[in-house]
């Protein structure tokens, strides 16, 4: 059985205070679109070992035991005693980027074992368990234009559709470490909550809709600031950085060109069409 687990992109994200936990509160909408990887699980009931993960396309650092889509599978092992599997991940989302693949593809592995196997869980019970693996993990469950709150595991849903908008999305040759993104933020309540933003036209988004991130990183990687910059220049309605970067989107009208450009050595470059 296969699927197809897609990104998120964060349309503005404050991040508002320091929990005594050592996370961060924080506030910000996601929403999906779709650049995929492919996950595949086949039951092979002759194994020696409960899995055994294939990875293609781009390179995830760490042991297969590290990877998301394993500890999703472990995860619902322990609950269910699930029958030996082969797993097999193409991973065409950039790791490091803000753009949530990780936890999507964790998600859509827990969904995946669900329907294959007859598990019989509900999404608040999916929910609950991808929130176990990361903190914006369980948006994926839904799948749908979400406001969130706390550590990014609180959700609202919204009215929101951004359907018909082209999207660019570039991601320099630079890794930004999500834990070290907070861990140079000043945490502050915002001038201009994203619930209340994200209600104006996009055209107004602008000065008002920010991702509290950009302020520490584009001092430390000018490479993405520069990126925003140019999307900006192309046309974008609006443009941000996604999560803890790297990566940058723009949004253009229904009707653009979008530009071929050279976004240097190694940079990766998705080109689409929103949905919802
Ligand atoms: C901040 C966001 C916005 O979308 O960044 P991106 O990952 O998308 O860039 C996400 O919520 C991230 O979610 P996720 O990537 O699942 O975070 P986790 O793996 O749970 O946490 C990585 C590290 O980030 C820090 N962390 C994460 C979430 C949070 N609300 N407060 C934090 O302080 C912690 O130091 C944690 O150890
Ligand atoms: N299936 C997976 N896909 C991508 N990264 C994974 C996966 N499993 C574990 N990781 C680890 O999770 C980290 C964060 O990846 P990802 O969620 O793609 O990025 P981001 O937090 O920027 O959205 C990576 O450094 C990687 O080592």
């Keep these: 059985m296969i ?17 005594p936990d050592g996370y961060h509160n924080l506030e910000t909408v996601f929403y999906p679109v779709a650049l995929e990887d492919a996950l595949e699980i086949r039951t092979n009931p002759e194994a020696q070992q409960k899995f055994t993960l294939h990875q293609h396309g781009m ?4 042991n297969p035991e590290n990877n998301l889509v394993v500890k999703a599978y472990l995860l ?3 609950e269910f005693h699930l ?10 989302i950039p790791s490091g980027a803000g ?5 999507s593809d964790a998600a859509f592995m827990l969904k995946l074992l669900n329907e294959h196997y007859n598990l019989q869980l509900s999404d608040n019970q999916l929910e609950d368990y991808a929130a176990t693996l990361g903190a914006d993990c369980a948006f994926f ?3 749908t234009p979400t406001y969130a709150e706390g550590i990014g595991n609180i959700f609202s849903p ?3 559709s951004l359907k018909g908008y082209r999207i660019m999305i570039v991601k320099p040759d630079v890794f930004v470490s999500t834990r070290e993104a907070f861990a140079n933020i000043r945490p502050h309540r915002p001038e201009y909550p994203v619930r209340e933003v994200i209600r104006r036209p996009v055209a107004e988004w602008k ?19 520069e990126i925003k910059e140019e999307l900006y220049h192309q046309g974008a309605i609006y443009a941000s950085m996604s999560g803890s970067g790297s990566s940058v989107f723009g949004l253009f009208a229904a009707d653009t060109t979008l530009p071929e450009i050279d976004w240097g050595t190694n940079a990766f470059c998705f080109k689409g069409t929103l949905s919802e």
């Design 83 to 92: 029958p030996p599997v082969e797993i097999h991940l193409y991973k065409h």
């Design 76 to 78: 619902l092992d322990k």
């Design 3 to 19: 699927t197809f687990p897609n990104i998120k992109i964060n349309l503005g994200l404050s991040i508002t205070e320091k929990r």
């Design 99 to 103: 753009l949530g693949g990780g936890s």
């Design 59 to 62: 390179e995830i650092a760490g």
């Design 141 to 143: 469950i839904k799948n």
């Design 207 to 225: 000065d008002t809709l920010i991702n509290d991130f950009e302020a520490s990183v584009f001092p430390q990687y000018p490479v993405i600031g």
């Design 158 to 160: 919204i009215e929101l």
